[in-house]
């Protein structure tokens, strides 16, 4: 217990009967119920429904319950928040990647290249051939966008 004055210690009043909170958990309860299709429906969110069940421990006079039921839904709903950041960054790295393939396919530099290895036709693999190709060609153009940006 916490001393507020010499002598005196902390201590929690129930202003209220035994009769309203049974009321008041009834009523919750009742709720509780009635929401699983409000979330279905896309009307409630988890939350509600995690917000009432804190309430309902407070009523039974679970405090510490009650609030690490709202820690931990704080918790959940920050990871919730950091996931939907990365799926977004994953998004748009993956829309990102596919335009500059898209620019690399379309291109001439990319066209002449094709063309440069069929005319040639020398004995290895196409496939290894076209690898190195881009390769060389990313560390290319990689050196010039490090040249330019130097430049500037």
Request: glycine share 6%; hydrophobic share 35%.
């Amino acid at each position: 217990m916490k001393k507020d004055f010499v002598g005196q210690y902390d201590v929690d009043i129930v202003v209220s009967t035994q009769g309203i909170t049974n009321q008041k958990v009834n009523q919750l309860t009742m709720v509780m119920q009635q929401m699983a299709p409000l979330i279905e429906q896309g009307v409630l969110e988890r939350s509600d429904v995690i917000e009432v069940f804190a309430k309902l421990n407070e009523y039974w006079g679970h405090k510490d319950i009650s609030q690490k039921i709202r820690q931990r839904q704080e918790t959940l709903e920050s990871k919730e928040v950091q996931n939907k950041v990365k799926q977004m960054a994953m998004q748009l790295g993956q829309q990102l990647a596919q335009q500059k393939l898209q620019q690399l396919l379309t291109s001439n530099e990319f066209k002449d290249m094709v063309n440069k290895m069929v005319a040639e036709e020398k004995e290895e693999d196409f496939v290894e051939m076209f690898r190195r190709e881009l390769v060389k060609n990313h560390f290319k153009n990689q050196g010039n966008q490090g040249n330019q940006g130097g430049n500037q």
